[in-house]
C-alpha cells in the first residue's frame, strides 16, 4: 500500500468518525433521558465490555481517569452503576452496570435498532448488504489496531 493510499485511508476515519458518533448519539438525544454524552458512552461501553476497572474504562474510552470517575460517580448517584472489589485484588475497584442499567442499555438498543432500521430504507437490500459487509470488515480491523 502506497503512502497516499494509507493517506487516504486515514482520511476515510475522518470522515466516518462524526457520521457514527452522530448516529448512535441521535437515540439518546431524541429521548432526553438526562445523561451526558460520556455517560451515555460509559454505559455503552460497560454494556458491551461487561466489567472494567476504572482505568481500564477511561482508556477504552479515550478519556482521562478524573472525567471518568466524575461520570460514573453521577452515574452511580442515578443507580445505573455499581463499584465493587476486584476479587485477585482488593485494592482495585471494577465497576459495572446495575441490572436497572442493563434494562436501560437494551431499551436504548432497541431503539437505536427501530431508528436504524428507518434510516436503512434508503438502501437497496444489495446496498444494505454490502454496507453489513463492510462495516464488519472495518470493526474487525479497527479493533485490531486499537488493542
Known amino acids: 500500500m502506497t503512502e ?3 493517506k487516504e485511508y486515514i482520511n476515510s476515519l475522518f470522515r466516518i468518525y462524526p457520521v457514527c458518533r452522530k448516529l ?3 437515540t439518546f438525544d431524541k429521548k432526553k433521558y438526562g445523561i451526558t454524552r460520556t455517560q451515555q458512552v460509559i454505559m455503552l461501553t460497560l454494556g458491551v465490555n461487561g466489567s472494567l476497572t476504572m482505568s481500564g474504562l477511561a482508556s477504552k474510552i479515550n478519556t482521562s481517569n478524573e472525567q471518568a470517575t466524575r461520570a460514573v460517580a453521577q452515574l452511580v ?3 445505573f452503576i455499581e463499584r465493587m472489589h ?5 485494592r482495585i475497584i471494577r465497576i459495572k452496570l446495575t441490572d436497572e442499567a442493563k434494562e436501560f442499555v437494551e431499551q436504548i438498543k432497541r431503539e437505536m435498532h427501530e431508528d436504524f432500521l428507518e434510516r436503512f430504507s434508503v438502501f437497496s437490500d444489495d ?3 454490502e454496507l453489513v459487509k463492510a462495516t464488519n470488515i472495518i470493526a474487525e480491523k479497527l479493533n485490531k489496531m486499537a488493542i
Open 86 to 90: 476486584d476479587s485477585a485484588n482488593r
Open 24 to 26: 448512535v448519539f441521535d
Open 77 to 79: 448517584e442515578k443507580g
Open 127 to 129: 446496498e444494505l448488504e
Open 4 to 6: 497516499n493510499e494509507r
